[in-house]
T-cell receptor
Framework: GQQLNQSPQSMFIQEGEDVSMNCTSSSIFNTWLWYKQEPGEGPVLLIALYKAGELTSNGRLTAQFGITRKDSFLNISASIPSDVGIYFCAGPMNTGFQKLVFGTGTRLLVSP | EAEVAQSPRYKITEKSQAVAFWCDPISGHATLYWYRQILGQGPELLVQFQDESVVDDSQLPKDRFSAERLKGVDSTLKIQPAELGDSAMYLC???????????FGPGTRLTVT
């Protein structure tokens, strides 16, 4: 099925570094959602974006809704070991029952 | 803080056996979703309910999978008979309305031997 492309696929960084990841699509989305998933757990909603150009923060996390509505970005500042996990972007399709499409994921590893 | 509840958290079953998963969504959430997630991939929708009605089950393998939400609140997903390829994480999510923010439960990790 349709997927959103995320990059990078994985990142291994030192504690304290800033992190940037992005999510792109060939289709326009009206909503972008960012989730974090830790091993053996369900995804946890971090940030929701509803308007092109919107910039929203949640603590050390900042996400942006791309102007073209075909991309979104997530930044994590001053990373800490508990930031480890897989970060997924997601967006509801504009047709039918607005099925949520997920990105391919960015795996983040943080070294203390 | 309201959460989506799922049980069991882990299930090991032999192939050809029946298995069932339960989900209790956040109170007041009309839309309930069941997803399957293969290790290393994003979740993929199996079935979506609006209240007690199925609105999308196009990706549900109906020869062996069934889902119900009889009173429009909690839901059960069943697999009968289970196959080796069904080993995965089964996630339940809920939202206030279709297209809204989805909140996930902790999932059920199924291993079929």
């Amino acid at each position: 099925g349709q997927q959103l492309n995320q990059s990078p696929q994985s990142m291994f960084i030192q504690e304290g570094e800033d992190v940037s990841m992005n999510c792109t699509s060939s289709s326009i989305f009206n909503t972008w959602l960012w989730y974090k998933q830790e091993p053996g757990e369900g995804p946890v909603l971090l940030i929701a974006l509803y308007k092109a150009g919107e910039l929203t923060s949640n603590g050390r996390l900042t996400a942006q809704f791309g102007i073209t509505r075909k991309d979104s970005f997530l930044n994590i500042s001053a990373s800490i070991p508990s930031d480890v996990g897989i970060y997924f972007c997601a967006g509801p399709m504009n047709t039918g029952f607005q099925k949520l499409v997920f990105g391919t994921g960015t795996r983040l590893l943080v070294s203390p | 803080e309201a959460e989506v509840a799922q049980s069991p958290r882990y299930k090991i079953t032999e192939k050809s056996q029946a298995v069932a998963f339960w989900c209790d969504p956040i109170s007041g959430h009309a839309t309930l979703y069941w997803y399957r997630q293969i290790l290393g991939q994003g979740p993929e929708l199996l079935v979506q309910f609006q209240d007690e009605s199925v609105v999308d089950d196009s990706q549900l393998p109906k020869d062996r999978f069934s889902a119900e939400r009889l009173k429009g609140v909690d839901s059960t997903l069943k697999i009968q008979p289970a196959e080796l390829g069904d080993s995965a994480m089964y996630l339940c999510a809920s939202s206030l309305q279709q297209g809204g923010e989805q909140y996930f439960g902790p999932g059920t990790r199924l291993t079929v031997t």
